[in-house]
């Protein structure tokens, strides 16, 4: 990123303007820390900013937004809701997630992490014989994807999606950002992959939060036809017994979720 310093910055805005995104959003970031992790969207805007600033970084750090291109964060209202994973596989709890889903007859999508893929490539062949989706999540899940040079980020994108790819025997068909933070450059590498944005209409914070009722009440209250749940395979919160929140979430949002007369698939079924 040395270029983010380069002095001859107003040349190289004049040679390609998207540089004004690059250097703005540099400067949001080492503000408020891109390390803050999954509750970055959910801290107080940093006073002083330029207007400018203010509204790429806001079209960076709202995962849910349109401003930065397409962005699905529902489906359609089809009697079911979509279920996802990020950041696995993981070889601890993927395999627990794959039994508890067989069990309640529920199917999910997966956003994998490239790298850890290629660590555990039978994992990614277990999701796959388990019915469920591969969908990419990045090769190397950086937290300042978004302010990343355009040409990192397509070779996050690209590589991961090889990847996929090569261990599931299917491409993946939906992106989803480390952190959900995008910036303008990303729609068209998604485009050359033919992969569709996809963020999430409700999130349970179980990588953070350590009640699992909390985050069951997150994920349910008000649940409608059509959601994107969002939930973690990799990094999850353990309880205060010191067992992950999800071996209490998940079958609890199943029950419920089934109870109300919803099926639980996955994205490809939902936005089909
Ligand atoms: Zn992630």
């Given at each position: 990123m040395a270029h983010h310093a380069d002095p001859g910055l107003a040349s190289m805005i004049a040679r390609d303007p998207r540089h004004v995104f690059h250097c703005a959003n540099l400067a949001t970031g080492i503000l408020l820390g891109c390390g803050a992790g999954h509750l970055l969207p959910f801290a107080p805007a940093a006073g002083g900013a330029a207007a400018l600033q203010a509204a790429l970084t806001a079209a960076c750090v709202c995962p849910r937004c349109q401003w930065v291109g397409a962005n699905v964060t529902r489906g359609p209202a089809r009697g079911a809701v979509a279920l996802t994973f990020?950041?696995?596989?993981?070889?601890?709890?993927?395999?627990?997630?794959?039994?508890?889903?067989?069990?309640h007859k529920a199917r999910a999508s997966f956003f994998c992490i490239g790298n850890k893929a290629r660590r555990y490539?039978?994992?990614?062949?277990?999701?796959r014989d388990s019915g469920h989706s591969v969908e990419n999540h990045?090769?190397?899940?950086?937290?300042?994807?978004?302010v990343l040079?355009?040409?990192?980020?397509?070779r996050e994108?690209?590589?991961?999606?090889?990847?996929?790819?090569?261990?599931?025997?299917?491409a993946p068909r939906f992106f989803r950002a480390p952190l959900g933070f995008r910036n303008p450059w990303l729609a068209p590498v998604l485009a050359e992959?033919?992969?569709?944005?996809?963020?999430?209409?409700?999130?349970?914070?179980?990588?953070?939060?350590?009640?699992?009722a909390h985050i069951l009440g997150r994920l349910l209250t008000d649940l409608r036809d059509g959601d994107i749940l969002l939930l973690h395979d990799g990094k999850g919160a353990c309880d205060r017994r010191g067992r992950p929140v999800?071996?209490?979430?998940?079958?609890?949002?199943?029950?419920?979720?089934?109870g109300r007369g919803l099926a639980v698939v996955d994205l490809p079924t939902l936005l089909a």
């Open positions: 990020d950041d696995g596989p993981d070889p601890a709890l993927t395999p627990w997630i794959l039994a508890t889903l067989r069990a490539p039978h994992l990614i062949r277990a999701i990045s090769d190397r899940h950086r937290h300042s994807f978004a040079h355009h040409a990192v980020i397509a994108v690209r590589t991961a999606q090889q990847t996929l790819t090569d261990l599931a025997g299917t992959c033919q992969l569709r944005y996809v963020s999430w209409s409700r999130r349970g914070f179980d990588t953070v939060d350590r009640r699992p999800l071996h209490t979430v998940l079958p609890g949002l199943l029950e419920n979720v089934t």
